[in-house]
């Protein structure tokens, strides 16, 4: 069930251009945040809108915690991080979703985004896709 006020919706539903999607399941969507805090930064969501991460019920929120350790895995290597740090905020937009955000040392997990130019997010997009496209 999808709200169509819901820009992370938008985004399920294929109707959101400026988001690249690096991975998708039956249940989740991957994609690189638009402002992140990292190069890599990735939020990983229910297809489901679900207002808030801790209102999934245990299944739901199980999956959505192994959908984001399956992203955080092959992120690590990819972008070269310490460390993939994780957060849950669900201030910015009404729709659960994890934040998984490369990090080198202590104190780089800080939400503070960072403007990306599109053609960076679409080669950083392509070249995840690509690492990405042999998860399950």
């Not at 638009?34 to 990735?42: C, K, N, Q, V, W």
């Not at 929120?61 to 991080?81: C, D, H, N, Y």
């Not at 997990?109 to 130019?117: G, K």
């Amino acid at each position: 069930m999808n709200n169509m006020n819901c820009v992370f919706c938008a985004i399920v539903s294929d109707n959101n251009p400026h988001h690249e999607i690096v991975w998708q399941d039956g249940a989740h969507v991957a994609f690189l945040s638009i402002r992140p805090t990292a190069p890599g930064h990735t939020l990983v969501i229910p297809r489901d809108h679900v207002d808030y991460a801790f209102d999934l019920n245990a299944p739901a929120f199980g999956a959505l915690m192994e959908a984001s350790r399956k992203i955080a895995v092959p992120l690590k290597e990819l972008t070269g991080a310490v460390r993939i740090g994780l957060a849950i905020d669900g201030f910015q937009v009404p729709h659960a979703h994890v934040h998984l955000v490369p990090v080198h040392q202590s104190g780089d997990l800080c939400l503070s985004p960072q403007d990306i130019a599109p053609e960076e997010l679409r080669a950083t997009g392509d070249r995840f896709r690509a690492a990405y496209a042999s998860i399950p």
